[in-house]
C-alpha cells in the first residue's frame, strides 16, 4: 500500500492534534514528517487515508495508537554526555556546592534529587549517575535519586531497560567509563546495577500537572522545549520552577535561552555554560 500525499487540512488537523498530545508544533513545513514517521502506522492500521487514520486513533479506547505516534513524531536523539559543559558544571560546581550544604544541614544519608525532564533513553540520567559516583565516590552514605521524564513509551521503556550498541557508547563513553559502569549483556552494553538503581522513569507529559512529591535540586531540561511553541515552553519553564528547591538549578540545552521568556528565572554563567536559577 502506498502512502497517500497528505492534504493541506488534513496536515494542519494533524499538526493540531500532535500539539494537543505533546506540545511539539508542526507547521506546514513539516508535513513530510507527518507522512514520513506516520507512514507506517497507516499501513499498519490499513486505514485509507489520513483522515481516516486520525479517526481510529481518537476512537482509540486503549490510548496504544496515540502512544504510537507520539514515539513516532518525537525526536529521541541523545547521546552520554552529550555537550560535555552541562556535566562539567554539574561535576566542579553544582554538587559540590550541593554536597557542602548538605553536610552543614547534617541530613544522613545525604539526599541528592535530580530531575533529567525529557529524558529520552536514559542517556543523560545515566551520565548524571556517572558523574555522581566519580564525584561522589563511595555513596553509601547517600540516597540519590535521579527521575526520568518522558512522553514517549518506547523511550521511557528503553531507558528502563538500560541497554546500549557499542556505537551508541562511543559516543560520549571512554573505555574505562565502559569498563567501570557497564556490563557485556550480548551484542550489547548493560548499565550497572550501581548505577541503575539512582534511576527511575516516568512517561509524563510535561505540559500537563506533574505530580511529584519533593523538590529537585537540579533539574536537566534539554534539547524539547526547542519543538514548543512560546506559550508551552512560558508553561514548561514555570512548571519547572515549581519543582526545583530554592537553592536548586535548571539546566537547558547549549542553543536554548529562556531569558525574556520567564523573568522569574536568572541566567547564571560557569566558565561558557549558562544555567538557571529561580530569583528568589
Ligand atoms: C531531543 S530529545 C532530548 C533528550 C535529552 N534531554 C538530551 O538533551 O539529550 C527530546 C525528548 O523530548 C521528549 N518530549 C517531547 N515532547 C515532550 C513532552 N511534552 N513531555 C515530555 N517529553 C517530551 C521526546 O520524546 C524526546 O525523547
Known amino acids: 500500500m502506498t502512502v497517500p500525499p497528505l492534504q493541506e487540512d488534513e496536515r494542519s488537523a494533524w499538526s493540531s492534534f500532535i500539539a494537543s498530545l505533546c506540545g511539539v508544533r508542526l507547521d506546514a513545513s513539516k508535513g513530510y514528517l507527518i507522512e514520513s514517521r506516520l507512514g507506517a502506522l497507516l499501513r499498519e492500521t490499513q486505514s485509507g487515508g489520513w483522515r481516516e487514520l486520525l479517526q481510529k486513533i481518537k476512537a482509540d479506547p486503549t490510548r496504544q495508537l496515540q502512544a504510537k505516534v507520539i514515539s513516532a513524531i518525537t525526536t529521541n536523539e541523545t547521546s552520554f554526555f552529550r ?7 554539574l561535576r566542579h560546581k553544582l554538587l559540590p556546592e550541593l554536597i557542602d550544604r548538605r553536610n552543614r544541614e547534617r541530613i544522613k544519608p545525604v539526599p541528592i534529587r535530580i530531575l533529567s525532564a525529557a529524558c529520552s533513553t536514559g542517556q543523560e540520567v545515566y551520565t548524571t ?16 535519586r535521579i527521575l526520568g521524564l518522558d512522553v514517549s513509551q518506547e523511550a521511557i521503556a528503553a531507558a528502563s531497560y538500560a541497554h546500549y550498541t557499542q556505537l551508541e557508547l562511543t559516543r560520549g563513553i571512554s573505555p574505562l567509563q565502559l569498563s567501570r559502569y557497564f556490563e557485556p549483556a550480548g551484542s550489547q552494553w548493560k548499565v550497572r546495577d550501581e548505577l541503575r538503581a539512582m534511576a527511575t522513569f516516568r512517561q509524563a507529559n510535561l505540559l500537563e500537572p506533574i505530580a511529584i512529591p519533593g523538590r529537585f535540586d537540579i533539574i536537566f531540561c534539554r534539547n524539547v522545549a526547542i519543538y514548543f511553541d512560546e506559550p508551552n515552553k512560558i508553561r514548561l519553564f514555570k512548571a519547572l520552577g515549581r519543582l526545583l528547591a530554592p537553592e536548586g538549578a535548571l539546566l537547558i540545552g547549549s542553543t536554548e535561552s529562556i531569558s525574556g521568556l520567564c523573568p522569574e528565572w536568572e541566567p547564571q554563567r560557569y566558565l561558557r555554560t549558562l544555567y538557571y536559577t529561580k530569583k528568589r
Open 83 to 89: 555537550d560535555q559543559a552541562p556535566f562539567q558544571l
Open 129 to 144: 549517575a556517572i558523574v555522581l559516583k566519580e564525584v561522589i565516590g563511595d555513596l553509601s552514605g547517600y540516597d540519590i
